[in-house]
C-alpha cells in the first residue's frame, strides 16, 4: 500500500508534529492530559495516520461492500436500495393493547415489529402462577396461550409485516404460537420473515431469564434450527446477541469475542445434531447494542463482519457466502438513557442511531426519551421512530456505502477490535468453548470487573454523563408516565380459567403426554411443541413439562 521509506517519513513527521503539541498543550494547561481512550479502554492517538494501517491489505481486509470479507458491508447496495428496517421494540400490558401500539407504529411509518414479552412468559410461568404475581404485563405483553397471540396480531397480516420476537427459553413455544395464528389466517408459514431471538447462552451470563440448564436449551435452540431449515425458510432462527451483555457493562471488545463465541457455540451443536452449516448459516442474525462512542461503534460493527465471515469460512469450512454474512439489528443503548434530564435521551439516540446507520445495521431499534422512568409514552415512541425516519430520509448518511471507509483512524480501530476479541476467542476456545466458559463464570467475570470500573470512573468524574455527574439541573418529578393497568393480572388470569373450561382436556393431557415423550428422548421437539399449542395447551404447561424433562437451572451463589 505504502513505500517503506513513505512510511518512515510519516512516522518521523507525526513525531516531530506531537512534540510541537504537547509542548504548545503543557505551556498553557501543566496537567495536560497525556492518554486518551475509547470507552472500552483502547487508547486513542492525537492523530491517525498511513503508518496507522501500514499492515491492512485493503483487497484482503476491505474488499468490496457485498463481498467477502464483507468489511464494508453485507450487501453490495446497502441502502441505496432501502433503507434499513425501521423496528420498534414494544410490548406491555394485554395483548390488545400492545396490539393497538403496533397498529399505531405502522400507521407512523414502522416497517417491523419486534415484541416485548413480561417476565413471567419469558421464564415460562403463566400469569396465574404465583410466581408471576406483580410481573404480569409490566415490561413487555402477556402471552399464555395461542388465544393471547391471535389477540396480539389481529388485524396484522403475517406474511406482510416481519416479526421479531425477544424470548429465549420458550423460543420454540412462542414461535409455534406464532405458527398457528399464521395457519388460522390463512398464511403459509413457509412465506412468514422473521425473527426469534433463542438465544439462551446470553441468558447465563447477562440477563438471568433461563429456565432449563444449558445443555438441554442448546439442544432446544438446535431443534428450533433444524425445524426452521425445512419449514420456514424465511425465518431467522436466532438473533445471537450481544446486547444484553454489553448492557450489563461489556466492552466493545468483549461484546464482538463473547457475542461470536455463543454464535460459534450454537454452529457446533448444529453440526453435532446432524446440521449442515450452510443449512443453517444463510439464517443464523446478531443483535448488537450501538453505544454513545460513536466511532468505537462503527469501528466494532466492522470487526464483526469481517471476523465471522472468516470464522464460517475458515473455521466451519462454509460454502455458501450467505453464511459469512453477518447480518444484525441493533438497538440504541438503555443504560446511556438517563432518568435526569430525559430530554438529553433524544440527542443520545440519535447519536446511537448514527453509529449504527454509518456501521451498516439491518434493522434498528432506538430507545425512547422516557425509558428510565417508565415504559415508553405514545409520544416518545413516536419521536424515537421520527429519529429513524430523519436519519434515512434527511441525513443522506445512507447515500454512499461506508462513507467512513478508509479512515486511518477507523481502519486502525477496527484492525485492533478485531485483534483484541480473537484473543478472546483464543481464550475462551481454551476453556472448551462458550457453554464450558460461562459454566466457570468467565464471561460474567469478565463482564461484571468492567461494569465495576465504568462506575468508578463515573463517581470519580472521569467519565462525563451530563445531566448526572455534571451539568445538573434542578428537576420536578416526572408525572405524565406510562403506568400498566393493574386490572391486567386480573383478567389474564380469568381468560386462562375460561380457556382450561372450554377446550378438549383430553387432547391437552395427550399432547403434553407426547411432548414429554420426545423430550426424554432425542426427536425434534418443535412438532410435538406445535401439536400442544394447537390443542391450546398454555406456555406454563408446556414448560413444565420440559421442566419435568431437563430440570430447572439455578445459578452459583456469588
Known amino acids: 500500500m505504502y513505500r517503506k521509506e513513505e512510511l518512515e517519513a510519516v512516522s518521523r513527521a507525526r513525531a516531530a508534529w506531537e512534540k510541537r503539541v504537547l509542548a504548545r498543550a503543557l505551556e498553557r494547561v501543566p496537567e495536560q492530559r497525556e492518554r486518551f481512550a475509547t470507552h472500552s479502554g483502547l487508547e486513542v492517538r492525537r492523530l491517525y495516520t498511513p503508518e496507522d494501517v501500514a499492515g491492512l491489505d485493503y483487497c484482503r481486509d476491505l474488499g468490496f461492500p457485498g463481498e467477502y470479507p464483507f468489511t464494508r458491508g453485507v450487501q453490495p447496495t446497502m441502502y441505496r436500495a432501502r433503507p434499513w428496517t425501521m423496528r420498534q421494540y414494544a410490548g406491555f400490558g394485554s395483548a390488545e393493547e400492545t396490539n393497538r401500539r403496533f397498529r399505531y407504529l405502522l400507521e407512523q411509518g414502522q416497517t417491523g415489529l419486534s415484541v416485548a414479552f413480561d417476565l413471567p412468559t419469558q421464564v415460562g410461568y403463566d400469569s396465574d402462577h404465583p410466581m408471576a404475581e406483580g410481573e404480569v404485563g409490566k415490561v413487555g405483553v402477556a402471552i399464555d396461550s395461542l388465544e393471547d397471540v391471535e389477540r396480539l396480531f389481529d388485524r396484522i397480516p403475517l406474511d406482510q409485516v416481519s416479526t421479531s420476537m425477544t424470548i429465549n427459553s420458550p423460543a420454540a413455544v412462542l414461535l409455534a404460537m406464532v405458527v398457528a395464528v399464521a395457519e388460522k389466517q390463512g398464511v403459509d408459514p413457509s412465506s412468514l420473515a422473521g425473527t426469534v431471538q433463542n438465544d439462551i447462552l446470553k441468558e447465563y451470563v447477562a440477563r438471568g431469564t433461563y429456565i432449563f440448564p444449558p445443555r438441554p436449551s442448546v439442544r432446544l435452540v438446535t431443534d428450533v434450527f433444524a425445524w426452521c431449515s425445512e419449514h420456514l425458510p424465511r425465518w431467522n432462527a436466532i438473533s445471537i446477541s450481544g446486547y444484553h451483555m454489553r448492557e450489563a457493562g461489556a466492552t466493545a471488545v468483549q461484546e464482538i469475542a463473547f457475542t461470536l463465541a455463543n454464535a460459534i457455540a450454537y454452529v457446533e451443536a448444529a453440526r453435532q445434531a446432524g446440521l449442515d452449516v450452510d443449512a443453517i448459516g444463510p439464517r443464523l442474525s446478531f443483535f448488537f447494542a450501538a453505544q454513545i462512542d460513536i466511532l468505537e461503534e ?261
Not at 457453554?435 to 461494569?451: L, M, S, T, W, Y
Open 298 to 558: 462503527v469501528a466494532k460493527f466492522r470487526a464483526a463482519r469481517r471476523l465471522w465471515a472468516r470464522i464460517m469460512r475458515e473455521r466451519f469450512g462454509a460454502r455458501d457466502p450467505r453464511s459469512w454474512m453477518l447480518r444484525f439489528h441493533t438497538q440504541t443503548a438503555g443504560v446511556s438513557l438517563t432518568a435526569q434530564q430525559p430530554e438529553n435521551n433524544i440527542v443520545r439516540t440519535a447519536l446511537e442511531a448514527l453509529a449504527a446507520v454509518l456501521g451498516g445495521t439491518q434493522s434498528l431499534h432506538t430507545n425512547s426519551m422516557d425509558e428510565a422512568l417508565a415504559l415508553p409514552s405514545e409520544k416518545a415512541v413516536r419521536v424515537a421512530l421520527r429519529t429513524q425516519q430523519i436519519l434515512a430520509h434527511e441525513t443522506n448518511v445512507g447515500q454512499t456505502i461506508d462513507p467512513l471507509g478508509g479512515s486511518y483512524f477507523i481502519e486502525a480501530l477496527t484492525d485492533r477490535l478485531e485483534e483484541e476479541a480473537q484473543a478472546y476467542l483464543a481464550r475462551i476456545d481454551g476453556m472448551g468453548g462458550a457453554v464450558a466458559a460461562i459454566e466457570r463464570g468467565f464471561f460474567q467475570d469478565e463482564i461484571q470487573r468492567e461494569a465495576y470500573a465504568h462506575q468508578l470512573a463515573l463517581e470519580r468524574g472521569d467519565r462525563i454523563v451530563v445531566g448526572v455527574n455534571a451539568y445538573q439541573v434542578a428537576e420536578e418529578p416526572p408525572t405524565a408516565i406510562l403506568r400498566p393497568d393493574p386490572a391486567v393480572a386480573r383478567e389474564q388470569a380469568g381468560r386462562l380459567e375460561a380457556l382450561r373450561a372450554r377446550r378438549d382436556g383430553e387432547k391437552v393431557r395427550a399432547a403434553l403426554e407426547r411432548l414429554g415423550q420426545a423430550a426424554a428422548g432425542d426427536q425434534n421437539l418443535m412438532p410435538p411443541i406445535l401439536e400442544a399449542v394447537r390443542a391450546y395447551a398454555t406456555l406454563g404447561e408446556i414448560c413444565d413439562t420440559l421442566r419435568q424433562a431437563f430440570g430447572e437451572y439455578r445459578a452459583a451463589a456469588i
